[in-house]
């Protein structure tokens, strides 16, 4: 059903050549499978001098340095999107890191000596104390919770900064899956001479060798405790858009999924101290227990949630010790939430873990959110492809719970009960940013002039934070089932609406469906509306949109706007 746009291919490449990456990275032996303990429970802290020096070093750069770099993206279902970095010199803000590194080593020798030699290290910070349960830090979101970043000089509400999130000061080890990275912005709020980081990217673009590019840059800056890891990218893969952050503490994992890349744009702040936040994003985050026993469950033994979540890490290869880390918490409080992917590739529909659309719908079933009479589905996105009906079918068929087969006809009544939220032009002119700040917005004029675009679907993002402009992907679902209940539920996540986010599949000659591809690595996470927000409706109706207050703040208008003539807003390169 999709094509690519080659004039949309040849943006991106020169705006790749015009941004090219500087600052990214693996471990400090270049080794991108080199692993980064998770197992440990101690962790060592810095020491007065070093601290000293690091504010020393601070003070002197006074962080001139930081800068924040854009770059143009495309639709996720054409070419990746241009990645957006910060240069950074090596021994970042005047710092040697790999000396700094030296000196933690030493010190964590040191330390391990200094231990009874009867008793290992592990052992010693395993052991259970009296009340070791009653002593446990409480968890701030034990049940999860969805959250609106935080925009500079905008009224709070319930949104979160990028600090509340990161818990900087309660993190050991931080495995972070973005497309973008601005790495100065995030050593500032994750300094990794404090916390071992893992930095999942993409590393494909027109037979470039990407890897090694950014392997031996990262080389070169010394920065210590960090490894940069490629998911597998062969094949049709093109994209690596996932996004997630696991923050491994001594008490908790904290578990994110946000809309945003890891830039200072995407979570609401800016290089300045009187201008606006321009970009607006959502994440999902939940606190989970740490097993203080030792104890490692089987992934086979932990909720839908925990499971779907273990097979994508598994899919990306990030290592076995990541792995361990998350099996060393309880995923108990996970019940009701579902994890969705889509792993790159080619992927055959009988798969004991279905991913993309069909993932989707094993969600729905598995939260038993399907048998569904009537639906209305409210997508926003900050990228769209080459869709169509048929498409759009899909993405309802699976939002009920079903799986699509060799019957391509559209739904009836599809364009009544399925609306886009993609900002028209005049919303970007008028926006804080303008148009110079909506490169990562996008949607070409081929797809939307093709006689199959459903534009009557298409409504105006018009943000409840007046003129913020939206990289949000969020799809709301209200309903009701066969028997009369009416249900609600989020999708919130890195998955535009695009046969490369949640894949494609077409009808063989045979008769039969072919495989389903996939171009694009996503992941996203589904909440339903708790039972207690249903009650009272009226009879037979579909919940309105205020039935997610207390689940998501709904950040654009509703009732939106019909197009009504007017053009959204096209990608330029």
Known sequence: MESDDEDLKLAMAMSLQANSPRTTGVSASGDKHESIDLTSDTEDEDDDDLRRAIALSMQESGNSDMQQSSASSASTTDVTKAAAVVDKPPGFMGI???????????????????????????????????????????????????????????????????????????????????????????????DPAKVKQIWLMTGKHRGEDVQAKRIQEWRESRVPNMKLHFPPMGGMIATMHSKFILLFGKDKLRIAVPTANMTQTDWG????????????????????????????????????????????????????????????????KTSHLAFVHSVGGSHKTESTHPTGLPGLAHAIRELHLDDVERIELDYAASSLGSINDTFLSRIRLAACGKSFGTDTAPEPNLRDCFRIYFPTNDTVEKSMGGPDCAGIITLTRQAYNAPSFPRECMRDYDSMRRGMLSHN??????????????????????????????????????????????????????????????????????????????????????PADEYKGKQPWFFRS
């Open 269 to 332: 702040e800016v290089a300045n101290d009187w201008q606006p936040g321009i970009m607006e994003n959502s994440v999902f985050l939940i606190d989970l227990p740490r097993r203080h026993d030792g104890t490692v469950t089987e992934a086979k033994d932990l909720t839908p949630f925990g499971r779907e979540l273990v097979y994508f890490l598994e899919q990306q290869e990030v290592g076995p010790q990541v792995i361990t880390g998350l099996l060393k918490c309880n995923f108990s």
């Open 96 to 190: 040697d890191r790999k000396a700094m590194e030296l000196e933690r080593l030493a010190r964590l020798g040191k330390r391990k000596r200094e231990t009874s030699p009867e008793v290992s290290s592990k052992q010693v910070a395993r052991a259970p104390t009296a009340n070791s349960d009653a002593n446990e830090t409480p968890l701030q979101y034990p049940n999860g919770a969805i959250k609106r970043t935080f925009a500079s000089k905008y009224p709070r509400t319930d949104d979160i900064t990028i600090e509340e999130l990161l818990e900087a000061d309660k993190v050991n080890t931080a495995v972070i899956s973005s497309f973008q990275y601005d790495s100065g912005w995030l050593y500032e709020k994750l």
């Open 473 to 558: 992907k969020l799809l709301f679902a209200r309903g009701r089932k066969k028997n009369g209940k009416p249900f609600a539920w989020v999708y919130v996540g890195s998955a535009n609406i695009s046969e490369s986010a949640w894949g494609g599949q077409k009808v063989l000659k045979s008769g039969q469906m072919g495989s389903l591809n996939i171009r694009n690595w996503e992941c996203g996470v589904v909440m339903p509306v708790p039972e207690t927000k249903l009650q009272g409706l009226k009879q037979d109706d579909v919940p309105p949109m205020s039935v997610f207050d207390g689940t998501i703040e709904v950040p654009f208008r509703v």
